[in-house]
């Protein structure tokens, strides 16, 4: 078996080290929970400084994980990483609810206009 210098983990692989689910439980962690909600406050849903302070956090978390797996230590190895589960989410529906999970630790709730907002009123019947 020829050895990769890149990370590749198969779906099987992937379910089987439970990559994306360790990285779950890592962002629940005590610790961790508590530099994501302290992010969170000073970001205050303004998606500028989400990426000012909660992106760098979440990153960081990341990278502690994911390391184990072949992955670089970096931003590089967590867009890799992002990208490789990404490439899986068509296929299975498991690894594309975790990834929905992790997407929703990195973003603000985002409140939704209501339908029909942005069509200049309010329509009336």
């Known amino acids: 078996r020829a050895a990769s210098h890149s990370p590749t983990l198969l779906p099987m692989q ?3 080290y439970g990559t994306p689910s360790k990285v779950i439980k890592a ?4 610790e961790n929970a508590q530099r994501m909600e302290e992010a969170r406050d000073n970001a205050c849903n303004d998606m500028g400084k989400m990426l000012q302070f909660l992106l760098p956090v979440a990153t960081q978390i990341q990278q502690d994980v994911i390391k184990a797996y072949g992955f670089s230590n970096d931003g590089e ?3 890799k990483f992002a990208r490789l589960i990404k490439s899986y989410e068509s296929q299975d529906p498991e690894i594309a609810s975790m990834s929905g999970k992790l997407k929703a630790m990195f973003l603000p709730p985002m ?7 942005g069509t200049g009123g309010v329509a009336t019947s």
């Open 77 to 79: 190895g967590v867009l």
């Open 111 to 117: 409140t939704l206009p209501p339908h029909g907002a």
């Open 14 to 16: 992937t379910k089987h």
């Open 27 to 30: 962002f629940g962690a005590p």
